[in-house]
């Protein structure tokens, strides 16, 4: 992969450092309130509607009772999937929706309620157990800056081999003020060790809007829509009819 995270003075240097959760050395006590975090991080800054507006656009045209299969990779704690379980009862479609993720750990931690309507798998994002075009949707959210830049395109290319009407890709963007944020909300908003250390070390291991593009192409969208939110959030939503 040819994309080289760019240095400049308007933007902090990208990180090649690890996040703990890509580590196993935290209590499964402590994975539960990451995961919890993230829900709420998701829930109310935007993350969920940042995806579920990707899904309105794939699903354009998709008559009410339709069948409408969706994989989400890398789901962590699997509560963008229930968001997306409850866009598609609201819009009556017949979905079927499978939330892959790397860790057998992290998917032990979905617990009963969570795990209604939903299929689970264990799957490696740049290797998904599945034939092409099987999925009519692929989504991921705050999973492409865990992977450097050549895995990335693995991920997005895989993403685009199985699905059949396109993908959405929802992660955070490299910039000063979302590193100011993550700092901040690590020092006095959250108490617990992995959300601490790891949100402002997902800022900097996190891709610029220009790098996320370029991404998007290398894997071979070239028709997409970007979005973002609140300066610190990106999603894409690319198609995969060309």
Not at 12 to 40: C, I, V, Y
Request: aromatic share 6%.
């Amino acid at each position: 992969m040819p994309l080289t995270p760019l240095k400049s003075l308007a933007v902090p240097d990208w990180s090649r450092e690890r996040e703990m959760l890509d580590g196993d050395d935290f209590t499964d006590a402590e994975l539960l309130g990451n995961l919890a975090d993230l829900r709420r991080i998701n829930h109310w800054l935007g993350g969920v509607w940042l995806t579920l507006h990707g899904l309105d656009r794939l699903a354009h045209g998709v008559v009410t009772g339709s069948s409408l299969t969706i994989l989400d990779v890398a789901t962590g704690g699997a509560d963008i999937p229930q968001s997306m379980r409850r866009w598609a009862l609201r819009r009556g479609f017949d979905a079927e929706i499978v939330a892959s993720d790397l860790s057998p750990r992290i998917l032990r931690t979905v617990d009963g309620a969570a795990r209604a309507g939903l299929d689970f798998v264990v799957a490696d994002a740049r290797w998904l157990p599945l034939s092409d075009r099987s999925v009519d949707i692929a989504t991921t959210s705050l999973s492409l800056h865990h992977f450097q830049p050549a895995e990335a395109v693995e991920v997005l290319t895989e993403m685009r081999r199985v699905a059949r009407r396109g993908v959405v890709v929802n992660d955070l963007l490299r910039c000063w003020h979302g590193y100011a944020g993550a700092r901040l909300m690590a020092r006095v908003a959250v108490r617990n060790r992995l959300t601490r250390v790891d949100a402002p070390r997902s800022v900097l291991r996190a891709y610029t809007r220009h790098e996320f593009v370029a991404l998007m192409h290398a894997a071979g969208f070239e028709r997409m829509a970007i979005d973002s939110l609140l300066g610190y959030r990106i999603a894409a939503t690319g198609w995969c009819d060309s």
